[in-house]
C-alpha cells in the first residue's frame, strides 16, 4: 500500500494544464449551446443599457468566449460583456464617444496584462467584500432606474438622479404597447424556473432569459405591434476605435475603472466558480483549479481583442460561468464553441435577431440589475457589522459613480477599522471575593487611562484573574498591565492572565520593559497551588521576563492553546472549574470561531455533507484529527475508538457501530479513501500487552479482543517487525501501535463494501501513525515483508 501526492504539472507558463482526466466533448457541447442561449439577449440588453451599437455586445461575447476561454486560467468560467460594467462604459460613451471608448478599452486590456506579469491577482482580492456587493449593488441600481423608462417607453436620462426625477413625467405618459412587452417579458422570466410538472421539467432546460426574450418577440410580431426593436446595421458599417481625444488625467481615471472594476469582477467570479465546482463534483471529476494571474491574463487579451474589433469591455460573468457548470462542462471548451455559437448567430442570425423589441431587452436587463441587489448579501455584511460600508458604496456608486463610490467605500472601511481599533471595553467583576478584569478589543494605548483607572481600583492582597480577549497589544498597554502586576504581586496579591498571545507582547517582553535580562523567570515567589484555568495562555507570569517568554512559547500553536492544559506543571485546579471551562469554551467559540465558519457550514447544512475521507483513529484525548490533518467542516467522515480497532465481520464479538460506519462512508458518502491512524502511546495497546486470559471479562476487554490479531501478528515469526523513518520501534508498545495499524488495514479489506469499492480500483487504504511526543505524523507504505514509515515533509508533500 502506497500513497503518493504528486506535483500539478506545469506548462511552459508556468500554469497548470488544461487537462484532467476525463473530458467529455459531448457535455462541453452541450453546455455551450446553454451558456450562448443566456448569453445571447443579455448580450445585446448590455449593449441597449451602455447606449454602444447593439453589434457590440456580440462582438464582446465572442471575444469574450473565444479569447478569454482559450488563454484565461479558470477553466469553466465564461466571459463577456457584464452588467457589472455598464454604469462605467456608459458614462463613458456619453462623454468620450463610441470609438474612443473602445479605445479605453484596450488600453484596460494592456493593463491587465501588465497587472497578470506583475503576479498581482491575488491583491484584487484584499478589496472588502462589502466594498464589492455595494458597488455590484450600487450599478443594479442605475441599471435598473435607466432601463424602467424604456420599459415605460420612453428614453432614459443621462444619470441616476436625473432618472428618479424625470419618472413622474414618464409614469403620466407611459406607451402601453411597451409597457406590455415588458411585463409580459418578466412574467415569463420570474415564471419559467417554476413550471410545474414533467412537461415543466422539459421546458425549463431552455434558459429562462431566451424563453422570455423569445415569447415577448414571437407576441410582438403575431400581434403586429408597432414598436422600437432591435437594429443591427451591415457590419461593413461597424465603428472601429479610433486614438483617444480628451483630457489625458480623464482618459487615464477611465482606464484605471474599467481595469479595476473589470479585474475585480473577474477573479471574484473565477474564485465563486471553483467553490461551486467543488461543492457540486467529486475530485476525480474537477478540472484544475483557477490560476488568477492567467486568468487575468486571458481577461486583458480579450480586452484588446474586443475593443480592437469595437466591441464593449470584458469580464468574468457569474451567471453564465454558473449556467456553464451546472450543465454539465467539463473544460474550457465550452466556453470557446459557446463563443463560436456568438459569431455564427451575428453572421447568419440578423433577420431573426431584429425581430426583438428593444422593451423585452430592457425589461431583461432591469431584471438583472435587480438581482445585483443580492438579499443575501446584505445578511453576510450585516452579519460581520459591515453594513455601513455597504450602503456608503451603494450611495456612492448611484450618486457619483463606480470610481467615486470604491473610494469612498474605501475611506468608510479603513475609517470603521480604526474606530474598531480604539473600541476597548473594560469591565470588573467581583465574585467570591476573586476580582475578574476583562477586556474586550485591541489594547492600545487610547485604553491605557481606562485600564489604568480600572486596576488601580482592584484591593491588594486578593486574586486577580484578567482575562484579555484581543488580536493585538501595543508597547504602552503591555507597560501598563506589567506596572500593575509587579506592584499587585509586591503586596502579596496573586494574578492569572488569560487570553490570546499578542505580537507586541513578544516583542516587548524580550529582555524585560528596561531593557535588562529581567532574571530567572522562576525565581520569584511561583506559587505551586495557582492553576492556570485555560491552558498555556493563561500564564500568572512574575517577573517581566516570565510574561514574554511564556507567551512567546506558545504562540505558534495558538489556534489549540485553550485545550493544551496537560502543559501546566502546576497542582490541578478543583474539578468543579470544569463546567466553567465548558461553558467559557462556548462561549469563545460563538464569539471568535461561529462568525468565520457559519456560512460555510450553513452551505453543508444546505447541500449536505460530502466528505472525501474515512479517517478511523484512536479516541484519545491527544489526537485532534482536524489539527493534524489540516482539515475542516465537511472534509473527514471520522469514526473513534478505542485503539483505533476495525472488527472483523461476522467475528464472535463484533461491533456493527464501527460497520455501520464504514457501510455507510463507502455506500452512501461514497469517500475516495479510508486512513487508520494509530498513535504512539496508546493506552489500549498497551493494555493489550498486559492483558492475560484470566482476568476477569470487561467491557473494555472484551472491545480489545478484536486487537489480538494485531498481537499474534506482532509475535509472528512471518512477519517482519516495522520500522519508523528508517529505525527499529522504541519498545514493544510501539511495535504493536505499528502492526495495529497494519492489522486493522487487513480487517478492512474484509468488508464487503470495502472489498469490492477496491475491486473496482475506487478507494484507497492508507495507514497513518502519528507520535505524539515528536508531533509528527508518519504514513506507512508496504514494502515486500515490512513496513517503512515515510515522514511527511514539514513543507507540505501532504498538500
Known amino acids: ?402 470610481l467615486e463610490g470604491v473610494a469612498i467605500g474605501i475611506a468608510v472601511a479603513v475609517a470603521l477599522a480604526l474606530h474598531r481599533l480604539t473600541r476597548t471595553r473594560i469591565t470588573v467583576e467581583e465574585l467570591d471575593g476573586e476580582h475578574r478584569v476583562w477586556v474586550r478589543g485591541q489594547l492600545t494605548f487610547l485604553a491605557v487611562p481606562r485600564l489604568s483607572r480600572t486596576l488601580n481600583q482592584i484591593p491588594h492582597r486578593g486574586h486577580v484573574v484578567i482575562e484579555l480577549d484581543g488580536s493585538f497589544m501595543d508597547h504602552a498597554a503591555y507597560e501598563t498591565l506589567q506596572d500593575w502586576q509587579d506592584s499587585h504581586l509586591a503586596h502579596g496579591g496573586s494574578l492569572e492572565v488569560t487570553g490570546r498571545p499578542t505580537e507586541e507582547a513578544h516583542g516587548a517582553a524580550a529582555l524585560g520593559a528596561d531593557g535588562q535580562d529581567g532574571g530567572d523567570p522562576g525565581a520569584e515567589g511561583k506559587d505551586p497551588g495557582r492553576q492556570d484555568p485555560d491552558g498555556p495562555d493563561a500564564v500568572a507570569p512574575r517577573t517581566r521576563r516570565e510574561l514574554g517568554t511564556q507567551r512567546d512559547g506558545h504562540h505558534c500553536c495558538r489556534p489549540w492553546t485553550p485545550w493544551k492544559n496537560h502543559c501546566d506543571h502546576r497542582t490541578p485546579a478543583p474539578r468543579t472549574r470544569g463546567a466553567n471551562r465548558l461553558a467559557s469554551g462556548i462561549t469563545a467559540f460563538q464569539r471568535d470561531t461561529a462568525p468565520h465558519v457559519r456560512d460555510e457550514l450553513a452551505r453543508l447544512a444546505r447541500e449536505g455533507q460530502r466528505p472525501s475521507q474515512l479517517f478511523l483513529t484512536c479516541a484519545d484525548s491527544r489526537l485532534v484529527t482536524s489539527m493534524i490533518t489540516a482539515s475542516g467542516p465537511g472534509d473527514l467522515f471520522t469514526v473513534r475508538n478505542v485503539g483505533n480497532l476495525v472488527p472483523l465481520p461476522g467475528a464472535e464479538t463484533s461491533d456493527d457501530s464501527v460497520a455501520a460506519a464504514i457501510e455507510y462512508a463507502v455506500d452512501v458518502l461514497r469517500v475516495d479513501s479510508i486512513t487508520v491512524c494509530g498513535h504512539s502511546g496508546c493506552g489500549a495497546m498497551q493494555a493489550l500487552l498486559a492483558s492475560d486470559p484470566g482476568d476477569p471479562v470487561t467491557p473494555l476487554g472484551r472491545w480489545l479482543r478484536h486487537g489480538l490479531p494485531s498481537l499474534r501478528r506482532m509475535h509472528s515469526p512471518h512477519h517482519a517487525w516495522a520500522r519508523i523513518s528508517g529505525r527499529l520501534p522504541a519498545d514493544a508498545v510501539e511495535q504493536l501501535c505499528l502492526t495495529n495499524v497494519v492489522q486493522q488495514l487487513e480487517h478492512l479489506r474484509a468488508h464487503e463494501s470495502v472489498a469490492r469499492r477496491l475491486a473496482e480500483g475506487t478507494l484507497e487504504l492508507h495507514g497513518m501513525y502519528f507520535h505524539v511526543g515528536e508531533a509528527q505524523a508518519y504514513l506507512l507504505s508496504e514494502g515486500e515483508d515490512f513496513f517503512d514509515c515515510r515522514v511527511f515533509d514539514t513543507v507540505g508533500q501532504h498538500a
Open 1 to 402: 500500500m502506497t500513497a503518493t501526492f504528486p506535483k500539478r504539472p506545469t506548462d511552459e507558463l508556468g500554469d497548470p494544464p488544461d487537462t484532467k482526466p476525463r473530458t467529455d466533448f459531448a457535455a462541453d457541447l452541450s453546455a455551450s449551446l446553454t451558456v450562448f442561449l443566456i448569453a445571447l439577449p443579455l448580450s445585446l440588453g448590455i449593449a441597449l443599457a451602455t447606449g454602444a451599437p447593439l453589434q457590440a455586445g456580440l462582438v464582446a461575447a465572442a471575444a469574450g468566449g473565444i479569447v478569454a476561454g482559450r488563454l484565461g486560467g479558470a477553466p469553466l468560467q465564461v466571459s463577456g460583456p457584464a452588467a457589472g460594467l455598464t454604469v462605467v462604459t456608459a458614462e463613458l460613451i456619453q462623454r468620450y464617444g463610441w470609438r474612443t471608448t473602445c479605445a479605453i478599452t484596450v488600453l484596460a486590456g494592456c493593463c491587465q496584462l501588465a497587472l497578470a506579469a506583475l503576479r498581482t491577482a491575488r491583491s484584487a482580492l484584499m478589496v472588502s467584500p462589502a466594498i464589492v456587493h455595494g458597488m455590484l449593488a450600487g450599478i443594479g441600481v442605475t441599471i435598473a432606474l435607466a432601463q424602467l423608462h424604456i420599459v415605460l417607453g420612453g428614453t432614459p436620462q443621462s444619470s441616476p438622479v436625473a432618472n428618479v426625477a424625470g419618472l413622474p413625467g414618464q409614469l403620466a405618459d407611459i406607451h402601453p404597447t411597451a409597457l406590455g412587452v415588458s411585463v409580459l417579458t418578466l412574467v415569463v422570466l420570474l415564471g419559467w424556473p417554476r413550471l410545474p410538472g414533467r412537461v415543466g421539467r422539459g421546458l425549463r432546460k431552455v434558459p429562462a432569459a431566451l424563453a422570455a426574450v423569445g415569447t415577448a418577440t414571437a407576441c410582438a410580431a403575431l400581434a403586429g405591434l408597432s414598436l422600437p426593436r432591435v437594429d443591427l446595421p451591415s457590419w461593413s458599417s461597424h465603428a472601429l476605435p479610433e486614438l483617444p481625444e480628451g483630457p489625458v488625467l480623464g482618459l487615464v481615471a477611465a482606464v484605471l475603472t474599467i481595469t479595476l472594476v473589470g479585474s475585480v469582477e473577474s477573479l471574484l467570479s473565477a474564485v465563486a466558480t471553483d467553490k461551486l465546482i467543488a461543492s457540486e463534483r467529486r475530485a476525480a471529476d474537477r478540472p484544475p483549479r483557477a490560476h488568477l494571474d492567467r486568468e487575468l491574463r486571458g481577461q486583458g487579451a480579450a480586452n484588446i481583442v474586443s475593443g480592437a474589433c469595437g466591441g464593449l469591455p470584458i469580464t468574468g460573468v457569474a451567471v453564465r460561468s454558473v449556467a456553464n457548470v451546472k450543465s454539465g462542462a467539463t473544460s474550457r471548451k465550452s466556453a470557446m464553441l459557446h463563443g463560436l455559437w456568438v459569431v455564427l448567430a451575428a453572421a447568419l442570425l440578423v433577420p431573426v435577431l431584429d425581430l426583438i423589441p428593444l422593451a423585452a431587452l430592457a425589461a431583461l436587463v432591469m431584471a438583472v440589475g435587480v438581482q445585483m441587489v443580492n438579499i443575501t448579501h446584505m445578511r453576510n455584511v450585516t452579519r460581520h457589522r459591515e453594513f455601513l460600508v455597504y450602503a456608503a458604496t451603494v450611495v456612492a456608486v448611484v450618486l457619483g459613480g463606480v
